[in-house]
């Protein structure tokens, strides 16, 4: 009897808290639900940082953290944040051809790398000498300009540098061709800023003002141009609530919540974007994560005690979509540092667990030592798992500080970055079961109260179609644009770090070559083999100081 009983004992320990977690689980599904719903729904028109979708979002995030009755962090639950997101034509932009005035934008705009100058002159065809003003015809013949995978701003950026070094005064290009999709001025471009001024006159201007006569001598025109490029300053606003166990630690648990509202800042990926105005729902992108981590505030701080080992800080950022521009802020302006952090847990796109794949991506593990058991805890998924701390998503700008981090995803789907992507396309349960697994990890890791050890992993290559000899090894800071690459992060063991470029650097110059910005570094590096020794000048602290570098073998 006795062995009966005991063994009715152990199976009611087995089972009830299996049975338990089952009944809360059905609870924490109908939240996530609920979130994701509100969240992805129309009247929050896609989350679009800056906009009232993204503050009706806040709104609500905020309200779910008072129901729970989490305090907001320092005092506060919201976090706006301000940066630099593209580039207009300022007021003052005028083009003048023979003294006339031509209309700016549908005549003539300047292109986004041109400088913020004057310059006047007579233009003469086929004249291109120091001094004076280029004139350049915008595509090679009828194909270029009718082909819509040319990259006219890129290759007219290459021979305004060309241009410059030969020492134009500034460039004026021509569409003689009328091209089906007329160029336009680009605002998101990533070109950095020449010295001398840029304009493109658009077909209508060309026929107007600069054909020539089908016979005779070409003739010259005089111009005037001065150019003005703003800088587009916008808007964010991050969330974060904590749960203050008076612990020497803190766990950072975050997601993004903005999206593409209509697909405004051109990375939709709907074939139709430009065309139809369609709300990006963003449901698993993320509402998915934003449930997730409001469902771990609330387990956090009912389970209080029990996790009283570090404290707990629930992030929810915006601007992620645009470039981890939330995250990024957060970080630096909040001065999260790995002294006082113990590790990061992102969620993003979350909600789409295939019941029959089991696929869990999970970024980060090369991060810190601990996260080897982490692994083993992740058995009832089929796991991919990524080393890297640096990824598409704001677990990026917590690495980069050089705290651990793991990123939870479901991997992608056909909705990604779609109107598609709503709400009762999530699979609830599935998160749920993701949000264990989450959970799991928490507990362990508070349960064990051993600040994680952080490793710096490899860094995987982002895009480029050139593979270079040789790498410095930095991270730039993609968002810097006022002239030279920001160093975000060092990698061990690189150039960089040898010869003792910190974060927060500006590099100048890297060789022979000065670099105004990624183009000009990316350059710069081509000319460089392994082995080779040079010097980069870098600003630190409003100072310049030049280092002795050596790039790898
Ligand atoms: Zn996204």
Redesign the pocket.
Known sequence: MITRIFTLFLSLIVFTPAFAKKKADRKVIKQLQADVTFLASDGLEGRRTGTDGEHKAADYIEKRYKEENIAGYKGQYRYPFHFIYGKEVGAGTQVLINSVAVKIGDDAFPLPFSAGKHVSGDVLPEVMEQGNIWLISLYADQDQASNPHFEWEKSAFERSREAQKQGASGVIFFDSYGSKVPPDFNKHSELEQLDIPVVLLTNKCYQEYVKQPESGSQKGFSMDVNVVVNKVERTGTNLAAYVDNHAPYTVILGAHYD??GYGEDGNSLFANAGKEHQVHH?AD??ASGTAAVLQLAQWVKKTGKKLGHYNYLFLNFSG??LGLYGSKNFVKEQGIDSAHIAYMINMDMVGRLNDTTRFLELGGVGTSPAWGDVVAMGADFKLKLDSSGVGPSDHTSFYNVGIPVLFFFTGQHMDY?KPSDKAEQVNYAGESEVLNYVKEVVSTMDKANVKPRFTATKQTATGGKRSYKVSLGIMPDYSFQDGGVRVDGVTDNKPAMKAGIQKGDIITSLGEIPVKGMQSYMEALGKLSPGDKTQVTIIRDGKEMKLPVEMNK
Do not use: Y
Request: glycine letters at 12%.
């Open positions: 999206h593409l963003g992108d993320n992620e979509e970055h």
